[in-house]
């Protein structure tokens, strides 16, 4: 039973548009959620994360919406630059328990 | 700061041979550690955590095991490799269960 669901497994957007990754969670105890950004060959790194509190959270290029009613949250990436083509994974816990991540959307932007 | 650090940075390995992957923190103490596999075009899976020494909570029944012989080390081991054993491997670390994960750049598996 996947938690935590990306349900597009790539996308594709052209240089100086915004990019929006998309994840929705099925369990109700999580409070706090975070967006990875993975390079081939690498570890995944630290993007941006948001309380169940917020609805909205920015910094600089990345903004990360949650929409706690719907179980959805989303992360905007503008302008998209050829250096985001990562593949993002958004995770998710609660209560103090385990991170639980997201299958990943791979993210190419074209030049 | 704190680092991360995994070795080998990749392998190759015949099947029913063993593993040994090694992962190791600097800059903290008492982490909980993690290992992740990402199999070729799949997400991340959670294989194993440990909140202190010698403390292995197992995620996912399979060929593999974990140990934990120092509060900064952590180690993935199987006796027998199976040719489903291939994929990214990665250790990760966190101050607590439900924090920010920092992960280690990963050991890419191949067995043939």
């Known amino acids: ?111 | 700061s704190q680092t991360i650090h995994q070795w080998p940075a990749t392998l190759v390995q015949p099947v029913g041979s063993p593993l040994s992957l090694e992962c190791t923190v600097e800059g903290t103490s008492n982490p909980n550690l993690y290992w992740y596999r990402q199999a070729a075009g799949r997400g991340l899976q959670l294989l194993f955590y440990s909140v202190g020494i010698g403390q292995i909570s197992s995620e996912v029944p399979q060929n593999l095991s974990a140990s934990r012989p120092q509060d900064r080390q952590f180690i993935l081991s199987s006796k027998k490799l199976l040719l489903s054993d291939s994929g990214f491997y990665l250790c990760a670390w966190s101050q607590g269960a439900g924090n920010e994960q920092f992960f280690g750049p990963g050991t890419r598996l191949t067995v043939l």
């Open chain 1, 1 to 111: 039973d996947q938690q935590v669901k990306q349900n597009s497994p790539s996308l594709s957007v052209q240089e100086g548009r915004i990019s929006i990754l998309n994840c929705d969670y099925t369990n109700s105890m999580f409070d706090y959620f975070l967006w990875y950004k993975k390079y081939p060959a690498e570890g995944p790194t630290f993007l941006i994360s948001i309380s169940s509190i917020k609805d909205k959270n920015e910094d600089g290029r990345f903004t990360v919406f949650l929409n706690k009613s719907a179980k959805h949250l989303s992360l905007h990436i503008v302008p998209s630059q050829p250096g985001d083509s990562a593949v993002y994974f958004c995770a998710a816990n609660g209560a103090g328990n385990m991170l639980t991540f997201g299958g990943g959307t791979r993210l190419m932007v074209k030049p």
